[in-house]
């Protein structure tokens, strides 16, 4: 985090449009972490410290790179109670 952002109070300027959408976008991201919450918070904290009055262009610039999340296995079902000597089939779920 830059050293200024630390010690002084900022102000940010973000058009409507865009701190709606900003909200959308954390609302809508299911796979959303903390560290993508803080690079977002990080990332407006530069474009204040550069002057820059932030509207629609800067979306893409302030949102993460969210990664597909990947996809738990599926659990096995057995069908049927099985013995020390009988074999089973499993499906998944």
Not at 58 to 82: A, G, N, R
């Amino acid at each position: 985090m830059h050293e200024t952002l630390k010690t002084e109070h900022r102000y940010s300027l973000i058009s409507v449009p865009l701190l709606l959408r900003l909200f959308e976008f954390i609302h809508e991201e299911k796979n959303l972490t903390d560290e993508d919450l803080h690079f977002m918070a990080e990332r407006i904290g530069e474009l204040t410290m550069d002057g820059v009055r932030m509207n629609m262009n800067q979306y893409k610039s302030i949102i993460p790179e969210i990664k597909p999340k990947q996809p738990d296995p599926k659990p096995f079902i057995v069908s049927k109670t099985i013995t020390s000597t009988e074999t089973f089939e499993a499906t998944p779920k």
